[in-house]
């Protein structure tokens, strides 16, 4: 590659970046201003919009709801898009075609659509609005990401290693919890986290299907109709930092966990 075409990337590669971060530094920024309106000059700074929100009793209700609804909905997740991986990876049947386009069909379908066939669905069923609902449309909206990233990891398994297990007398249960469900922690481990924030995240369904009690993305909305506020901003860099720091706890674990296993 010549030096002008290593200099081109790299300028694209930096314009990238700050594309991505630079909303977010302002978010940031914003969140320490001394004063009720967001914009420029910041002429003073504070911490007083974190104290109000780790104060706030609403906020931190909130925020455990949602921290409790991605976890349920992401352990469904996983124990149903796992089984459905292990079924459709590396097998050949009558209509595997048709149940791998199911699989996927949540994730391509867009979200307010989804919504909204989520809440006709769950008035038919006579399903109350609340976190049951929201725990069912984000676990189903989620499991096409498990079955994806768990047959992904599958398909580099070893068939050695199983067969091995197998002439050594270990029946398809015990091959399966001793060589094949520890190869597939990493991926699992990643699809878990991926899940879980895009779980907490989600607004679209959180909204069509919440109760009375709102999601941190439908408080988040709700505040934004009485106008942008640093109160806002602060809530938001918690979010992002815990999101973050999680992410990359997960990642570098993963990492861990790959190598262990390989």
């Known amino acids: 590659m010549s030096r002008g075409n290593r200099i081109a990337l790299a300028c694209i590669y ?11 530094i302002l978010m ?16 003073s700074w504070t911490l007083d919009w974190y104290t109000r929100i780790f104060s706030d009793a609403e906020v931190l209700h909130t925020f455990g709801y949602s921290v409790i609804i991605a976890v349920l909905s992401t352990l469904i997740s996983v124990a149903v898009g796992t ?13 595997r075609a048709f149940t791998f386009g199911m699989m996927v069909l949540p994730a391509l379908v867009p979200g307010i659509i989804s919504a909204i066939a989520f809440r006709i669905y769950a008035r038919w069923l006579e399903i109350e609005p609340g976190m049951g609902a929201i725990i069912w449309s984000h676990a189903v909206h989620n499991v096409p990401f498990v079955s994806l990233v768990v047959m992904a990891r599958l398909s580099t398994l070893p068939k050695s290693q199983i067969e091995a297990a197998r002439d050594l007398g270990a029946d398809p249960l015990i091959a399966f919890l001793r060589i094949t469900w520890p190869y597939l922690v990493p991926a699992i481990l990643g699809a878990s986290v991926f899940c879980l ?18 999601t941190l993305p439908v408080l988040i909305f709700a505040m934004l109709r009485s106008g942008m506020s640093p ?9 992002l930092v815990l999101t973050a720091a999680i992410g990359i706890w997960a990642e570098r674990f993963t990492r861990k966990a790959k190598k262990g296993s390989t």
Do not use: C, Q
Not at 14 to 24: G, I, M, R, S, T
Not at 197 to 214: A, H, I, K, Q
Not at 231 to 239: D, K, R
């Open 28 to 43: 940031i920024l914003m969140g320490f201003k001394d004063s009720k309106f967001i914009g420029f000059p910041i002429r």
């Open 14 to 24: 930096w314009a990238f970046v700050l594309y991505v971060f630079v909303p977010l």
């Open 197 to 214: 924030l895009l779980s907490f995240d989600d607004f679209v369904r959180s909204f069509f299907l919440g109760g009375y009690e709102p």
């Open 231 to 239: 109160e806002i901003n602060a809530i938001s860099t918690v979010a």
């Open 83 to 95: 089984w459905i991986a292990v079924l459709l990876e590396g097998r050949k049947f009558w209509g």
